[in-house]
């Protein structure tokens, strides 16, 4: 069963950093690539970054590049996402997400979340 909990959330003023990880399990976490998605009250979710399998490539919405960094210790099950120079838009709850495949069909496993709050 897949399982990921995210962690690191909290209250930041802007400009400032936060780490948020994303611990894995359940399945073989080197093979798949990993998501970040937030989603801010009355607003839909959305995607923020994508890396791949081995951590080579990323991808990022617009709205963060340059700002925002996500990285993986396949040793670990773990995903991360660096978060510089943090604006109020930033805040809404983070998600991370794996699209694993599974006997013939691909399945998407969210964690719980961890909320971020970018205010002075």
């Known amino acids: 069963q897949v399982q990921l909990v995210e962690s690191g959330g909290g209250l930041v003023q802007p400009g400032g950093s936060l780490r948020l990880s994303c611990a894995a399990s359940?399945?073989?976490?080197?093979?798949?690539?990993m998501k970040w998605y937030r989603q801010a009250p009355g607003k839909e979710r959305e995607l923020v970054a994508t890396?791949?399998?081995?951590?080579?490539?990323?991808n990022y919405a617009d709205s963060v590049k340059g700002r925002f960094t996500a990285s993986r210790d396949n040793a670990k099950n773990t995903v991360y996402l660096q978060m510089n120079s943090l604006k109020p838009e930033d805040t809404a709850v983070y998600y991370c997400?794996?699209?694993?495949?599974?006997?013939?069909?691909?399945?998407?496993?969210w964690g719980q979340g961890t909320q971020v709050v970018v205010s002075s």
């Open positions: 890396i791949s399998s081995l951590g080579v490539s990323t």
């Open positions: 997400n794996v699209r694993t495949y599974v006997g013939g069909l691909w399945d998407d496993s």
């Open positions: 359940g399945f073989t976490f080197s093979s798949y690539a």
